[in-house]
């Protein structure tokens, strides 16, 4: 398990710098089910970022990075473990048209406070749902 892990960190690595290093006309970064539980920090540099795939990973908190690019319209953090999101912040994202938590052990604050404060829409899953089928 630590070294599938260790696999994933370097490819996830790898294809962060080289979208970095190829320019800012990157609009997609596809890092699905890589075992990922946090985010490296020269995401934040993908300032032209459009949509970011981070499904299929193991965040267990929000990547508050994500917040700080002001092209993003689309963010997938589908199945992951996520409890909590700054709701606020995703409010004042200018750009972000879509973020998808389904199959996220969301808190029922999130599930209140969220749709009055936003303007894009947020999927998750029914409250008390369990992981999708394989």
Same mark, same amino acid.
């Given at each position: 398990?630590?070294?599938?892990?260790?696999? #994933?960190?370097?490819?996830?690595?790898?294809?962060?710098?080289?979208?970095?290093? $190829?320019? =800012?006309d990157?609009?997609?970064?596809?890092?699905?089910?890589?075992?990922?539980?946090?985010?490296?920090? &020269?995401?934040? @540099?993908?300032?032209?970022?459009?949509a970011?795939?981070? =499904?299929?990973?193991?965040?267990?908190d929000? !990547?508050?990075?994500?917040?700080?690019?002001?092209?993003?319209?689309?963010? $997938?953090?589908?199945?992951?473990? *996520?409890?909590?999101? !700054?709701?606020?912040?995703? #409010?004042?994202?200018? #750009?972000?048209?879509? *973020?998808?938590?389904?199959?996220?052990?969301l $808190? @029922? &604050?999130?599930?209140?406070?969220?749709?009055?404060? *936003?303007?894009?829409?947020?999927?998750? =899953? %029914?409250?008390?749902?369990?992981? !999708? %089928? %394989?």
């Amino acid at each position: 398990m630590l070294k599938k892990m260790g696999e #994933a960190v370097a490819r996830v690595a790898r294809k962060v710098n080289e979208t970095v290093e $190829n320019g =800012s006309d990157t609009l997609e970064l596809h890092l699905e089910g890589n075992f990922l539980h946090r985010l490296p920090s &020269e995401v934040s @540099a993908l300032q032209h970022l459009k949509a970011i795939d981070l =499904s299929r990973n193991q965040f267990q908190d929000f !990547p508050e990075q994500l917040t700080t690019l002001p092209a993003l319209e689309t963010i $997938n953090l589908e199945e992951n473990e *996520i409890v909590d999101v !700054p709701v606020e912040k995703l #409010a004042a994202m200018p #750009a972000l048209r879509c *973020i998808d938590l389904r199959f996220n052990p969301l $808190n @029922a &604050e999130v599930r209140v406070i969220a749709p009055p404060l *936003i303007k894009f829409d947020m999927l998750m =899953s %029914p409250e008390g749902a369990g992981a !999708p %089928p %394989p």
